[in-house]
């Protein structure tokens, strides 16, 4: 079975889906580890009280990205990791990781890329008034959200609120990851 590494930042519901997900085996491959910058983060927590090995770095301990991917480089080979999955991880992913995981990084970004990339998507789409935005999940380069389309889903903006759109999008996001996962998981066999 392939080893899945998960990278977040933040709340991670998209984390808790695929681990979920993986325990009910709808993902056939291993959770191995998990990522994050950001101590105090609610996915930390989740990865803890769910003994899911963690390398959870505070980036002021590092002079540079090379030296702090130098290390979770480590951790991550002692893992075997096949596939990292960024989930809401907020920082570039530098050529320390890039070159030893190439086209094994992927990440997703709730609106339609190549538009609004960067921070705050969904509120900026929302703003805009745009009649629609979605979800996309790409693999990862030097840029930030992007590298080539794996998937993508439109969704009409439809909604009184901007809490109620960023609900669906989530809600799109949890059963995308999974498939681009499988999908991908189906080609690394
Ligand atoms: C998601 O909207 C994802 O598209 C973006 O960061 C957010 C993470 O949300 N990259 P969560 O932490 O998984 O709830």
Not at 160 to 187: C, P, R, S, V
Request: aromatic share 8%; charged share 20%.
């Amino acid at each position: 079975m392939k080893h899945l590494a998960v990278f977040a930042s933040g709340t991670g519901s998209n984390f808790i889906e695929i681990h979920q997900n993986v325990i009910n085996k709808i993902i056939p491959a291993k959770l191995v580890c998990f990522v994050s910058d950001q101590e105090k983060a609610p996915s930390v927590s989740y990865a803890l009280k769910n003994n899911i090995p963690s390398f959870v770095f505070n980036i002021d301990h590092y002079s540079n990205r090379k030296t702090y991917e130098t290390a979770l480089l480590n951790f991550l080979k002692t893992y075997e990791v096949d596939l990292i999955v960024l989930a809401g991880y907020m920082r570039i992913i530098g050529p320390t990781l890039l070159n030893a995981y190439p086209n094994k990084i992927i990440n997703i970004h709730p609106s339609l890329l190549p538009l609004y990339k960067g921070k705050d998507a969904i509120k900026r789409a929302w703003d805009a008034k745009e009649d629609k935005t979605g979800v996309t999940i790409h693999y990862v380069d030097a840029k930030i959200d992007n590298g080539k389309i794996i998937m993508q889903k439109e969704l009409p903006i439809q909604y009184a609120t901007l809490d109620e759109l960023i609900k669906a999008i989530h809600g799109i996001e949890h059963e995308m990851y999974t498939q681009a996962i499988n999908l991908i998981l189906e080609e690394l066999k």
